[in-house]
């Protein structure tokens, strides 16, 4: 017999079934009320049970939709052999394997990026796509805990946002037109690297470092570990 589902279990299991039922309403009505209603009728989820699992309605699916997108990329990053590509290869292959998971509901996501551009979701967004962002860079085995934490989740962010609304407007087969657009911004990536590598090298590049480096040494990556006896709450979200 199977033990008994807990309260969150039962939430993230309405969460992913009204995510599944939206998604065929969501590129006709967008992230509106009008799609949640059609989920919850559609998904059979229980009312009361549905706006528990999403408060804010539709907004909180379309969270659910792009989180549950950076959980199955980690995963088949999890799965994938990447022992033969270089480091830059390799954060490549991560953000073409989370556009290539999307794609069936390219849609949706679009849909979500109007959302989170607007002024109300814009915050939420930006700290989706750092999620993904941090999401690339742990499956990459990245362990920084200073300052590096923070530069290469903004810098990837920013290749991922950009690489992401070219993606929603390429028609090209395969998306060729994508992978070469992001195979620029990783080089631009590179260069730039190299050009501070070359500047911290330079006498005036050390002094400046050793000044700016009794700051920086001083900022640390947030701790994961989340407290568990504050109130409200109620364990891990999905």
């Not at 804010?56 to 990447?82: N, P, Q, S, T």
């Not at 270089?86 to 996501?109: C, D, M, N, Q, T």
């Not at 001083?218 to 109130?231: G, M």
Request: charged share 25%.
């Amino acid at each position: 017999m199977e033990p008994a589902k807990t309260e969150s279990e039962h939430k993230a299991a309405a969460l992913d079934a009204l995510v599944d039922a939206a998604l065929m309403h969501v590129m006709f009505d967008g992230w509106g009320s009008a799609t949640f209603k059609a989920a919850v009728a559609d998904s059979g989820v229980n009312r009361e049970l549905a706006r528990q699992a999403a408060p804010r309605g539709a907004v909180d699916l379309a969270v659910a939709l792009h989180r549950r997108g950076d959980a199955r990329m980690c995963a088949a990053l999890a799965a994938a052999d990447m022992s033969a590509l270089r480091y830059s290869e390799k954060v490549a292959f991560a953000v073409r394997k989370r556009l290539v998971l999307a794609a069936p509901h390219r849609e949706a996501v679009r849909r979500s990026t109007a959302l989170f551009s607007l002024p109300s979701h814009g915050p939420e967004g930006t700290a989706l796509i750092w999620g993904t962002a941090d999401a690339i860079w742990r499956s990459l085995g990245d362990t920084s805990d200073d300052v590096n934490y923070y530069t290469k989740r903004m810098t990837l962010g920013g290749v991922y946002a950009a690489t992401l609304l070219f993606w929603l407007g390429d028609d090209s087969e395969d998306f060729a037109n994508t992978r070469a657009f992001l195979d620029r911004r990783i080089a631009d990536v590179m260069r730039m690297e190299k050009l501070k590598s070359t500047i911290k090298s330079t006498p005036l590049g050390k002094m400046v470092m050793a000044g700016a480096g009794q700051i920086l040494g001083r900022i640390r990556a947030p701790e994961q570990a989340v407290p568990t006896d504050l109130p409200g709450y109620t364990g891990p979200q999905g």
